[in-house]
């Protein structure tokens, strides 16, 4: 899925004998900016009263230098029934440097 200039992607690991068939893989392209490399902050919930699987990134930049970071951020979580929908939501926070 390609949504507002970010990757957003979702890959199902296929059943196998390692035991990774209860898991998925829910993965983030996440694109920041600054002086240094960014910090992130992940968290995924599960609201199974609206069948939702919610993968929240938090990108804190550093200064206001031109430099373009790309780094996929990569979540193993349960698997959810295939009647659930996978929501990305990003939030980006500009921290100045001294």
């Known amino acids: 899925i390609f949504l507002a200039g970010l990757l957003l992607f979702q890959m199902i690991i296929p059943n196998d004998k390692s035991g990774f068939n209860q898991f998925m893989l829910l993965g983030f392209a996440a694109h920041a900016g600054g002086c240094r490399i960014p910090d992130y902050e992940i968290n995924v919930l599960q609201d199974d009263k609206n069948k939702e699987m919610i993968y929240k990134i938090k990108i804190i930049q550093y200064g ?35």
């Open 64 to 98: 206001n230098c031109s430099m373009l970071i790309n780094q996929n951020k990569w979540v193993l979580v349960p698997k959810v029934p295939g009647s659930y929908r996978i929501v990305f939501q990003k939030e980006y926070t500009r921290v100045p440097i001294n």
